[in-house]
């Protein structure tokens, strides 16, 4: 295509929101007219599906539940008045709260206040506030915020020795809708101990934020922590960054949580209009689907040219490969969906994959993410009349041109600032263009099987690994992890027990392992008292 | 294959390095011993280039250089005795310079000691040293590094306000072989104009680790930096953690930068043996070239069950992607090879793209990244018997298991502990694995054309830039976007200069945009002052 075609689509496509100053180029995406077209009918379906799934259809039909993270952005959307005032009240407890920890109402019992927030939850519960942290929480916020996001020890021991002196001025939040994620409870039980060997009362230090009547509220609510938030059965873990789980971590670093929400309802908006060209996440949606011929043939490579957004790509990571990477479609036939995305920030990527983006294997689509304005303030001159602004924006463009050169293909969403509005506004278009895409595919994209079924595995190896202590403290005498297997009725784990062996081994847990390492088979296992 | 079947592979293939302490488990690869046994000709080609290439040829012909990472670690293998006394010689001068800086020998100007560590350096020059930072450096360094790795004016605001009140005691690394790397030139300047905003004379807070004779080099020599250390043109950006570059930042956190290197230097040795099966590089690019059909078809994702990791998928992403992602091969002929690398941490990303990976598209291959001992000391018990450890460690074989039962492969890589020598040893392993890699697709690993060409077309950008202000200056009225590319003899960049205008615009530069912002033919854009 000549510059003068490419200029003229550039206009063609491209899309323009004056309230949210927002700009999505989808130009340099190979489609045509006529793919836009033949896709009319299915975007059809996705925008009705759409608008019954904000009208609390039951859109997650194998959960059975509703799915309304829509209305909390703009509670009148409620299907119910009981709706309506849940999100009411709980955004108002939010800020009522909030405003009590800033002022020192609030307190911890030995102190004025409290300096730090202690995040614990995962996936879903700290994926968005860990985006938003790092994109839009002040330089010196009122409240510092800290995350264990996972069950590891080390990582779990490296936050507490940080935090040690200050854990008495530290406001713990414990986040898990169910309240049965055992990473989340590992994390609150070993930061519990942590209290206690500060011999520090842990309660007037936690707060839960979790589904009523789950496990982790009604231990909460009897043990007297500091508080509860709740969340709801109808928003995903996934698209839980506009609820309580987003909002409270946000308001306590002193972000501006009601912007967030205006952001967000104003590109709700805007992705509810039922023209795929005047809708921004029905072009993004158009986009995906053209990329990867509606079978995630491409993966999805996230480039913001901003260091605050350098988490967003993990954060869409969840948002679409969760929502998206699924097996089944909704009549149940085996479609193996989804669309793989990672990404982290340029121009420091082009020192880094994007050699392999320009030149190497054409498995991608590339999605740029322009920040207009540079900085707060003027800027000081790196070269006569170019600043450093200059750099990462002719960065920028550099790259995107030079990967249309060798056709690739690219998306550029464009924003003046990374702030509260903008943040929320790009996570509602995201959440609606996946939504669209569920659609196209027609697959749930509310539901995540494969992750239930992760924890039942991960349940059964601890159950063999309690199991196989049992059977050896009973033996008491060494044995081979085969004949240890066979005892446990279990020969078709032998590989699994050998590793559980092996771990509890390297942890002085009192299993021995003797023999030559490099040959499983000839271990001999035993217990050590 | 039935378990007792699945058992015996996994020992038949299973990877033990006493020394190392180190396991790599390939069994859940799909090949069979015919492929493995295919492949024995295309390896002993392999081992032959990288005997060539560590001998001190020309491995990297595009540039004409050796590539000499291997010999940093054992510097009798350098092919010179002028080259071995470089080495030795850096390596001596990175730790008396380091001692001096820890014992208060060598100080900033007003206070008794350095506190903290600045580096500036992008891609090979912040991703190692950030990787390693994160996986090991001590939780209370004597100095806390702290990076800018973009050209972003925002972030580099961001920590120039952390570091305000600590400036007069930071020491300032600059890192880049060329000394003309944009992104870290601007850094520098911002930097210093930091400096001097605070009336702080910056050159005895400053140090070059640059190519010798660069212009970053003459530049610290003229100004009278601090020190100055080097960078080897036979060593590439990505391979250079254990250079310089790596090092430095490493040893002035407090980090055993001998075991480091002993580590590498014990991995070098294993890697080197000429036979697929007792080679652990060897196994893991034998599983790439299997998973990917030898043409990148499979995304290789890293998960590694450690938060200490995190970092360890975005340093291979640059190894891998940067070496491989290449166009041509050596004979010219265009291949587009590479394959893509992403990851975060499990069990962390279990809760946010496993779904995808267990039942969605099956693009890719996993690489489990185990680590035996959980933490030191003991844990306590979340429930009876059982540790967060014992759950982390079961959530990655709950997996490694589901995925082979959905006919997803992956390897297992053991090792005892996160420390200084076992990640010298993983990064010796993959820069290993990438060369015999790139050997057996016939590429080129040591260069990066597209990295050269991003960097032009950013340059171009900004030449367009200088010359339209120049124009619309001379001109004193508004015009449209189209004539001023008219008048710059650039209509076939028009949009490149609409995107320049409307960044000007948008940070006071004097640019004014009058007209329809959804609809940029209309816009008139003149010069205000």
């Given at each position: 295509m000549d510059a003068s075609a490419l200029w003229q689509r550039y206009q063609d496509w491209l899309y323009y929101h004056e309230g949210l100053d927002f700009y999505l180029d989808v130009s340099r995406m190979g489609f045509d007219d006529a793919f836009a077209l033949a896709m009319a009918a299915k975007f059809e379906k996705a925008f009705q599906d759409m608008n019954a799934l904000e009208g609390g259809a039951i859109a997650n039909p194998d959960e059975n539940r509703m799915v309304g993270?829509?209305?909390?952005?703009?509670?009148?959307?409620?299907?119910?008045p009981e709706l309506k005032g849940d999100i009411v009240d709980t955004l108002v407890q939010i800020e009522t709260f909030t405003a009590k920890v800033h002022s020192g109402e609030i307190h911890p019992p030995a102190s004025a206040k409290f300096t730090d927030v202690l995040s614990i939850g995962i996936g879903g519960s700290a994926l968005g506030p860990q985006f938003v942290a790092e994109a839009i929480s002040p330089i010196f916020p009122p409240l510092a915020i800290h995350f264990?996001?996972?069950?590891d020890p080390t990582g779990i021991d490296r936050i507490l020795a940080k935090l040690k002196s200050r854990l008495s001025t530290t406001l713990v939040l414990v986040i898990s809708?169910?309240?049965?994620t055992p990473e989340t409870r590992n994390g609150m039980i070993e930061v519990q101990k942590a209290y206690e060997c500060q011999h520090l009362d842990f309660a007037p230090h936690f707060v839960a934020i979790t589904g009523k009547d789950s496990n982790l509220d009604k231990r909460a609510k009897s043990e007297g922590w500091l508080g509860t938030f709740p969340m709801y059965d109808w928003v995903g873990g996934r698209t839980s960054e506009l609820s309580a789980v987003g909002l409270l971590p946000a308001a306590l670093q002193g972000i501006d949580i009601r912007q967030m929400l205006a952001g967000a309802k104003a590109m709700d908006g805007a992705t509810r209009i039922a023209d795929i060209k005047k809708n921004p996440a029905a072009l993004l949606c158009l986009s995906w689907y053209f990329a990867g011929n509606g079978k995630g043939e491409k993966d999805m490579v996230i480039l913001p040219y901003?260091?605050?957004?350098?988490?967003f790509s993990r954060y869409l990571q969840q948002l679409v490969m969760e929502s998206l990477g699924k097996e089944k479609d909704l009549e149940g036939n085996t479609v193996y969906q989804g669309v793989a995305v990672y990404g982290n920030k340029g121009s420091t990527d082009q020192h880094a994959y994007v050699q392999q983006l320009r030149e190497g294997i054409p498995n991608f689509f590339a999605t740029f993410i322009e920040v207009l304005?540079?900085?707060?303030g003027t800027s000081t001159e790196v070269e006569t009349g170019v600043t450093s602004g200059d750099y990462l924006s002719g960065l920028l463009q550099g790259s995107r041109q030079a990967l249309y050169e060798n056709q690739r293909d690219s998306i550029t969403v464009t924003i003046r600032q990374v702030n509260p509005y903008t943040v929320g506004a790009l996570i509602a278009l995201y959440e609606r263009a996946v939504g669209f895409y569920a659609s196209l595919v027609n697959i749930n994209a509310y539901h995540q099987p494969g992750v239930e079924a992760g924890k039942k595995a991960a349940a059964a190896i601890l159950d063999l690994q309690t199991r196989s202590l049992l059977v050896l403290r009973e033996a008491g005498k060494p044995m081979s992890v085969s004949e240890l297997a066979e005892k446990l009725g279990a020969s078709h784990q032998v590989e699994a027990i050998y590793k559980i062996m092996r771990h509890l081994h390297a942890n002085q847990r009192g299993v021995v392992l003797e023999g030559n390492?490099?040959?499983?088979?000839s271990l001999m296992v035993s217990i050590n008292g």
């Amino acid at each position: 295509m000549d510059a003068s075609a490419l200029w003229q689509r550039y206009q063609d496509w491209l899309y323009y929101h004056e309230g949210l100053d927002f700009y999505l180029d989808v130009s340099r995406m190979g489609f045509d007219d006529a793919f836009a077209l033949a896709m009319a009918a299915k975007f059809e379906k996705a925008f009705q599906d759409m608008n019954a799934l904000e009208g609390g259809a039951i859109a997650n039909p194998d959960e059975n539940r509703m799915v309304g993270h829509y209305w909390l952005r703009d509670p009148d959307l409620a299907p119910t008045p009981e709706l309506k005032g849940d999100i009411v009240d709980t955004l108002v407890q939010i800020e009522t709260f909030t405003a009590k920890v800033h002022s020192g109402e609030i307190h911890p019992p030995a102190s004025a206040k409290f300096t730090d927030v202690l995040s614990i939850g995962i996936g879903g519960s700290a994926l968005g506030p860990q985006f938003v942290a790092e994109a839009i929480s002040p330089i010196f916020p009122p409240l510092a915020i800290h995350f264990i996001d996972n069950t590891d020890p080390t990582g779990i021991d490296r936050i507490l020795a940080k935090l040690k002196s200050r854990l008495s001025t530290t406001l713990v939040l414990v986040i898990s809708k169910s309240g049965g994620t055992p990473e989340t409870r590992n994390g609150m039980i070993e930061v519990q101990k942590a209290y206690e060997c500060q011999h520090l009362d842990f309660a007037p230090h936690f707060v839960a934020i979790t589904g009523k009547d789950s496990n982790l509220d009604k231990r909460a609510k009897s043990e007297g922590w500091l508080g509860t938030f709740p969340m709801y059965d109808w928003v995903g873990g996934r698209t839980s960054e506009l609820s309580a789980v987003g909002l409270l971590p946000a308001a306590l670093q002193g972000i501006d949580i009601r912007q967030m929400l205006a952001g967000a309802k104003a590109m709700d908006g805007a992705t509810r209009i039922a023209d795929i060209k005047k809708n921004p996440a029905a072009l993004l949606c158009l986009s995906w689907y053209f990329a990867g011929n509606g079978k995630g043939e491409k993966d999805m490579v996230i480039l913001p040219y901003k260091d605050s957004l350098l988490l967003f790509s993990r954060y869409l990571q969840q948002l679409v490969m969760e929502s998206l990477g699924k097996e089944k479609d909704l009549e149940g036939n085996t479609v193996y969906q989804g669309v793989a995305v990672y990404g982290n920030k340029g121009s420091t990527d082009q020192h880094a994959y994007v050699q392999q983006l320009r030149e190497g294997i054409p498995n991608f689509f590339a999605t740029f993410i322009e920040v207009l304005e540079d900085r707060e303030g003027t800027s000081t001159e790196v070269e006569t009349g170019v600043t450093s602004g200059d750099y990462l924006s002719g960065l920028l463009q550099g790259s995107r041109q030079a990967l249309y050169e060798n056709q690739r293909d690219s998306i550029t969403v464009t924003i003046r600032q990374v702030n509260p509005y903008t943040v929320g506004a790009l996570i509602a278009l995201y959440e609606r263009a996946v939504g669209f895409y569920a659609s196209l595919v027609n697959i749930n994209a509310y539901h995540q099987p494969g992750v239930e079924a992760g924890k039942k595995a991960a349940a059964a190896i601890l159950d063999l690994q309690t199991r196989s202590l049992l059977v050896l403290r009973e033996a008491g005498k060494p044995m081979s992890v085969s004949e240890l297997a066979e005892k446990l009725g279990a020969s078709h784990q032998v590989e699994a027990i050998y590793k559980i062996m092996r771990h509890l081994h390297a942890n002085q847990r009192g299993v021995v392992l003797e023999g030559n390492l490099a040959q499983p088979s000839s271990l001999m296992v035993s217990i050590n008292g």
